[in-house]
């Protein structure tokens, strides 16, 4: 799972607030007649506020955490995906000549990473410093890219964006390729940009779409 770890990062929100808060304690001006027990009594006070308002804190976070990782949903192959902008245009036909701006992560999307594992880590974009977004330019489902992507973009309307989950077995399997290690699962955010008009398919592509079914 992606969200995995909320127990330590609960317990360091606990720990910061809970911190915060008798920080905050140590700098109050106490009247010299307060005797010793009242201030013990206002530091537990503290601490009590602290605690309650830490818990309220990670049980907002816990749900919402929940919540995201529920929006995700199951595609074909162990796919998992959730639409962030919905489409308008049409869906892409096999071979079909389509656009799809990219961003790859590894180790999950950044602020959504497993405790314990590495931080999120950008492979590859689209979107160029100087350049700006140069979509990727292909046919669709037709095998020319991962196998991801070719069950995720033929069923995309146009304009619209993903988040996306690839398995390794639908990515670059046991081996990977270049600074992606093997068995890794792989982190997409894309929009399908642009599909273009339809074409008439030569006798030749037209049966090797029927032998190779997607």
């Not at 962030?84 to 245009?89: D, H, N, P, V, Y």
């Not at 330019?137 to 070719?150: E, H, L, P, Y």
Request: hydrophobic share 40%.
């Amino acid at each position: 799972m992606i969200f995995r770890g909320i127990a330590f990062v609960s317990t360091i929100l606990l720990l910061t607030v809970l911190q915060s808060s008798l920080s905050g304690v140590c700098c109050l001006s106490v009247p010299l007649s307060t005797t010793s027990t009242s201030r013990r009594d206002a530091l537990a006070h503290t601490a009590e506020v602290a605690v309650a308002a830490a818990a309220s804190s990670i049980l907002v976070l816990d749900t919402a955490v929940a919540n995201a990782a529920e929006d995700y949903q199951d595609g074909p192959e162990g796919l998992k995906y959730i639409v962030t902008r919905e489409g308008a245009g049409p869906k892409p036909q096999r071979a079909q000549k389509i656009e799809t701006s990219y961003t790859l992560w590894i180790n999950g999307f950044p602020g959504e990473e497993s405790a314990g594992d590495s931080k999120a880590k950008q492979i590859d974009s689209s979107k160029k410093l100087i350049l700006g977004d140069q979509p990727f330019k292909v046919r669709a489902g037709v095998s020319q890219v991962i196998r991801g992507w070719d069950l995720a973009l033929i069923d995309m309307k146009e304009g619209e964006s993903r988040k996306l989950v690839v398995p390794a077995e639908l990515g670059y399997g046991d081996k990977g390729v270049g600074p992606i290690p093997g068995k890794c699962t792989l982190y997409f955010e894309m929009t399908l940009t642009k599909v273009g008009p339809a074409e008439e398919l030569a006798p030749e592509a037209k049966k090797w779409l029927e032998e190779h079914p997607l």
